[in-house]
């Protein structure tokens, strides 16, 4: 305050030694407070995060020398001896008071501060690594957040105390300082508004990550109230800006109508600081939270938006509505601050008009949704799993959507709704948490049951993930030689053993497309040599060839892989009898099969040439084109 803000503002009145003494002596107490409030609340939040490391009570943390360990090895601790370090210097820094020494004190006072208030980043959650793109801007995006935080509400209620102090006083001096202040908060506080707006969004992309994180954890809803907080904040900071501060800095206006701003001026500025005091609370809050990643967010509404059912037509329309809208919202802010409240309404209308047509392009987009719609499956998407869904299918859903899920089982005929025909194409359009809904509360006015008492989660998870490979396999079976670019199959991930090492397909396609060889009962050796031959040259195409046997003995043969029985049956799924001795499949990075040919089939098995070229189509194929069986979370 000093620094930024006061000192400056004095220095353009004439000299008020008696008025900067009082307001000395109000900030000092002031940071005195804080500075305590600052030293306890950090002992207390040390000793909790002790107890909660080493699982003992809060009073035995304190007398069984547990704190000295979490001190001095843990990085959380380590912190904490900085921050209490930093609180000795700050407190030295009020201590001093020797005039000439004064400014230059403030000055090492400011920096201290600085560091303490950012040095909470190592202590929460931008520390922490995790695996996103863009990692590297997390840690200076909350290093930002912070100090522009502080530099915000560190000045407001030092701001409000000045205020009220020059209103005391109510000399011309006392004005002209009032009226410097505010100026110089007024361009301090949009600078940190602006850091924090930008800040802010990288943090929410980084902590929650989604909309469904947002809107359906409590992390996300409490970031959201905060959210509005801050724009009630902004909202009166603007107030302030744009009708009390003016009538401070117009020369011509009365004294007693300067005095009567700078009142309401205190009033207001008290206000926001009020709404940062909750808006702090709400971080606090969300601090002892699990970020919204790691929660399964319940999502709050009846429906959901899918883009790709709204027709391309509709989609353009919808852009142009959108850029309107943006537009008039711009333009209708704009006409209200000069206060031509004609062409605000007018702007409003045209807002009100864009958000309707807008909403009529969106209907067929509005599907049906549940809570649990974008839940992700507890179990992957993989052969263990599957091969655990299989029985669990037999056993309770096979009575109705038959053995081979076409909706013929024996109950089928006697039901008033059909069973659904759980092969199609179609299943793929749900995504994997509401088919979770369905199976655990049941479908079509209870024809069919729910399985949440009969079945655990994991169950649940494990019975959907053999369904949809069963359906990809179905699908599979219908996949040529021509390369597929819209939606394909997922193939479930499954552990091998080569050459003694162990690997999965989903690590292995990080490097490029995958050939999937699956054969039975013999190892097709001719093949598998032309392919080594090849190996080389489909080498620099990315393309890695994995060859399966289905049948029970292992072969030695090039690109042979070593699997368990449930991988066997799991893979089963993806070849048909029809296929001949062999069948082989082109995976995309995502696990998808984008191609197939087979020893049977009409066009017989690839040449190098056209694998070449197939691997380089399929690598340029779009990662947004995941399907929804998991693969690509
Ligand atoms: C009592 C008969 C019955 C049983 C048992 C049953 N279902 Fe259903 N299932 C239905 C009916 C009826 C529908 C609704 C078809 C419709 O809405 O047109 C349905 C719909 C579905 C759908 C929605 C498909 C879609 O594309 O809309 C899925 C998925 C599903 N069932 C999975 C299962 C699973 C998994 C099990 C075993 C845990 C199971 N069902 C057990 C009768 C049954």
Request: net charge positive; hydrophobic share 50%.
């Amino acid at each position: 305050m000093w620094c930024l803000i006061a000192a400056p503002a004095f220095r353009q009145a004439e000299k008020t030694p008696a008025l900067e003494a009082r307001l000395d002596r109000r900030l000092l107490a002031l940071a005195w407070t804080s500075l305590l409030l600052a030293l306890l609340s950090g002992i207390g939040w040390l000793i909790i995060v002790a107890s909660q490391m080493s699982g003992m009570p809060l009073a035995a943390v304190v007398q069984q020398g547990v704190l000295g360990v979490v001190l001095t090895q843990t990085q959380f601790g380590k912190v904490w001896l900085v921050r209490g370090a930093l609180v000795i210097v700050l407190a030295a820094c009020l201590l001093v008071r020797i005039r000439s020494w004064k400014q230059i004190v403030r000055w090492i006072g400011l920096a201290v501060c600085a560091a303490l208030i950012v040095s909470l980043a190592w202590a929460g959650h931008g520390a922490a690594t995790e695996d996103l793109p863009g990692d590297f801007l997390h840690l200076p995006a909350d290093l930002l957040h912070l100090l522009a935080t502080g530099v915000w509400l560190g000045t407001l209620v030092p701001l409000a105390l000045l205020l009220a102090e020059m209103l005391r006083d109510a000399s011309p001096a006392g004005l002209t300082i009032s009226r410097a202040a505010c100026l110089r908060f007024s361009t301090l506080g949009i600078t940190c508004v602006g850091i924090l707006v930008v800040t802010g969004i990288v943090n929410t992309w980084f902590l929650s990550g989604s909309i469904p994180a947002l809107v359906g954890t409590l992390y996300g809803q409490l970031l959201l109230v905060k959210v509005a907080v801050f724009v009630a904040m902004i909202a009166v900071a603007n107030a302030n800006r744009s009708r009390l501060v003016p009538v401070l800095a117009h020369a011509a206006s009365e004294v007693s109508e300067r005095l009567k701003a700078v009142r309401t001026l205190s009033r207001n500025v008290f206000a926001e600081a009020t709404l940062g005091i909750v808006v702090l609370s709400i971080v606090g809050i969300i601090g002892i939270l699990p970020p919204g990643l790691h929660t399964e967010p319940r999502w709050p509404f009846p429906f959901r938006l899918d883009l790709s059912e709204v027709a391309a037509g509709a989609q353009k329309v919808l852009d142009v509505a959108a850029i309107l809208f943006v537009l008039c919202l711009a333009a209708g802010v704009i006409a209200a601050e000069k206060r031509r409240y004609r062409a605000a309404a007018v702007s409003l209308a045209g807002l009100v008009l864009c958000g309707g047509v807008a909403a009529s392009a969106m209907r067929p987009g509005m599907v049906p949704a549940y809570p649990t719609t974008f839940y992700a499956p507890t179990q992957q998407y993989a052969a263990p799993s599957v091969t655990r869904g299989a029985p669990l299918y037999a056993a309770n859903c096979a009575v109705c959507h038959g053995a081979e899920g076409r909706g013929d089982g024996p109950l089928a005929k006697s039901l008033p709704i059909p069973p659904a025909d759980l092969t199609e194409p179609h299943l793929f359009a749900h995504s994997v948490g509401d088919i979770f809904w369905w199976v655990s509360y049941g479908r079509a006015q209870g024809v069919m049951p729910g399985f949440a008492d009969k079945l655990t989660p994991d169950q649940r998870w494990d019975l959907i993930n053999f369904v949809l490979a069963r359906t990809a396999g179905i699908l599979t079976d219908a996949t040529g030689s021509q390369v597929v670019t819209t939606a394909a199959p997922p193939l479930p991930d499954f552990a091998f053993e080569q050459n003694g090492a162990q690997n999965t397909l989903s690590e292995t396609l990080k490097n490029g497309p995958v050939l999937l060889v699956l054969f039975a009962p013999s190892a097709p050796r001719v093949r598998l040599g032309q392919l080594a031959r090849l190996a080389p040259r489909l080498g620099t195409a990315g393309l890695h060839v994995i060859a399966v046997g289905l049948g029970k003995s292992t072969v030695e043969a090039p690109f042979v892989v070593d699997v368990s029985d449930d991988v066997r049956a799991t893979l089963a799924l993806f070849r048909s009898s029809k296929d001949g001795g062999e069948t082989e499949l082109m995976l995309d990075r995502n696990g998808s099969v984008r191609a197939r040919w087979t020893e049977g089939g009409p066009g017989k098995l690839a040449g190098g040439p056209i694998l070449l070229a197939d691997a380089v189509r399929v690598s340029k194929i779009p990662m947004a084109m995941a399907n929804h069986a998991g693969h690509a979370q």
